[in-house]
């Protein structure tokens, strides 16, 4: 099946620091999404990318489909920002698979 | 537009015994999906409803099975519970027709004695 791998794993930052996120996948697919888990366990939607360029305030993410990798920009963090950030993948019918995903701290 | 959620939150379960999970979808989505989520494994997909047929399944025992209803809502069940199926159980919400964004509930945090 197809893999996802995310790096870093660990991130830790001092506030107002930019950091990206990347995520790189095994196969063509049909959808990519970018999520932010927050520490009670939701999974909150971020980016809806499979191809492109894409921003948010303070965050963008660019997917290049033809050379399969996704990055997550953060600019300017917060430590709102701290949490785990998960790419998923969709490979078939409404069929996510996730990435390891990258935890992130923020200290003030 | 209310947001997908998952009921209960919070379960305390016995070795042996079954339990139930519910998740309401966003209106007008048709789409269901579970996943489970767990410190060794991540998350990982479970299955997807779709006009109360299930369209793809992950790889999971038979225990675990699932249905839809008329109005989209989505129930999944787990038989015999072992120690291991204590998780974070959460679904997902989504048009349904393929490659499309999903949005995903609270979910129902299992705990399994």
């Known amino acids: 099946g197809i893999q996802v791998e995310q790096s870093p794993p660990d991130l830790i930052l001092q506030e107002g620091a930019n950091s990206t996120l990347r995520c790189n996948f095994s196969?063509?697919?049909?959808?990519l999404q970018w999520f932010h888990q927050n520490p009670w366990g939701q999974l909150i939607n971020l980016f809806y990318?499979?191809?492109g360029t894409k921003q948010n305030g303070r965050l963008s993410a660019t997917t290049v489909a033809t050379e399969r990798y996704s990055l997550l920009y953060i600019s300017s963090s917060q430590t709102t920002d701290s949490g785990v950030y998960f790419c998923?993948?969709?490979?078939?019918?409404?069929?996510?698979?996730f990435g390891t995903g990258t935890r992130l701290l923020v200290s003030p | 537009k209310a947001g997908v959620t998952q009921t209960p939150r919070y379960l305390i379960k016995t070795r042996g015994q079954q339990v139930t999970l519910s998740c309401s979808p966003i209106?007008?989505?048709?789409?269901v999906s579970w996943y489970q989520q767990t410190p060794g494994q991540g998350l990982q997909f479970l299955f997807e409803?779709?006009?109360?047929?299930?369209?793809n399944k992950g790889n999971f025992p038979g225990r675990f099975s699932g249905r839809q209803f008329s109005n989209s809502r989505s129930e999944m069940n787990v038989s015999t519970l072992e120690l291991g199926d204590s998780a974070l159980y959460l679904c997902?919400?989504?048009?349904?027709?393929?490659?499309?964004?999903?949005?995903f509930g609270p979910g129902t945090r299992l705990t399994v004695t």
């Open positions: 990318i499979p191809s």
């Open positions: 997902a919400s989504s048009l349904g027709s393929g490659g499309d964004e999903q949005y």
């Open positions: 196969d063509s697919v049909n959808n």
């Open positions: 409803y779709f006009s109360e047929t299930q369209r």
């Open positions: 998923a993948v969709e490979t078939g019918f409404q069929k996510l698979v």
């Open positions: 209106s007008g989505h048709r789409s």
